[in-house]
């Protein structure tokens, strides 16, 4: 049962629309089965799934052991391409991966000037860091989960993991995923940790293309958890501050 946090949010549409995907392209998935009804505890409703047989990775350092499984399993969604970036929960969609991040994290550095959550400096010099936004070597676009944490990973006794819960899905830069682990972790700065994962994903070490991606996903990271509130602030204040 997936508790709706608002009207349209997360989006039964969309949850099917993935899942038609993955069942396209022979992927495990727990399928969305229909909208409940409101009640008092969930106010906007709810989403039923199907029942998989499986469980939540338990610790971090779990997470850590199964850290090749997860980038397999990531590796294996990456290759659902798509025709072009798009978020379908803001409604962006370009043709360029430096046109949709910059449209992204313009919408959420407006919406932390709306719920003043951030100190105006700091957003002056955010809007001064869309421009300077440079992704070198374009990537074709393709489905990516980005909530890739040990919650939403099903993990069973035989097959990989499954992926559940995803909300946050779009298409866009498969480094995306990477990035938003690094970040729900607090690797962003940890070189050992952070390079793990990167050399996992890339069979080698990032270079100036990944690290520009990487960068301005770090920043998105930092300014959607401070709006939805799923990380800490200060954490995420010193995000943003590090990279500007």
């Known amino acids: 049962l997936k508790v709706r946090q608002h009207d349209k949010f997360p989006s039964f549409k969309k949850l099917r629309y993935i899942n038609e995907l993955l069942s396209f392209h022979g992927l495990p998935y727990t399928p969305v089965m229909e909208t409940v009804a409101h009640h008092k505890k969930f106010p906007y409703g709810a989403i039923l799934f199907e029942w998989k047989e499986g469980r939540n990775i338990a610790t971090l350092s ?10 397999a399993t990531l590796k294996i ?11 379908m929960d803001l409604g962006l969609r370009a043709t360029s991966y430096a046109n949709f991040i910059t449209a992204v994290l313009r919408a959420r550095i407006e919406q932390c000037r709306k719920e003043h959550l951030l100190d105006p ?6 809007t001064s860091f869309l421009s300077t ?6 990537v074709p676009p393709v489905l990516v989960h980005r909530d890739a944490a040990k919650s939403n990973l099903l993990i069973r006794s035989s097959g990989p993991p499954i992926l559940i819960d995803w909300d946050n899905a779009e298409f866009t830069t498969p480094l995306s995923d990477v990035a ?6 607090r690797w962003t700065f940890d070189d050992d940790k952070r390079n793990r994962i990167l050399s996992a994903y890339l069979g080698a070490q990032a270079g100036k293309d990944e690290e520009d991606i990487l960068t301005a996903e770090y ?5 959607e ?3 939805f509130k799923d990380t800490d602030s200060q954490h995420c204040r010193m995000v943003i501050d590090r990279i500007l």
């Open 121 to 126: 400096n700091i957003e002056t010099r955010l």
């Open 77 to 87: 969604i990456h290759t659902i391409r798509a025709p072009y970036y798009e978020n």
């Open 180 to 185: 938003r682990i690094i970040f729900v972790y």
């Open 219 to 223: 920043v998105r990271n930092a300014l």
């Open 133 to 138: 936004i440079r992704c070198g070597r374009e």
């Open 62 to 71: 779990e997470y850590e052991e199964l850290l090749p499984k997860v980038v």
């Open 225 to 227: 958890g401070l709006i």
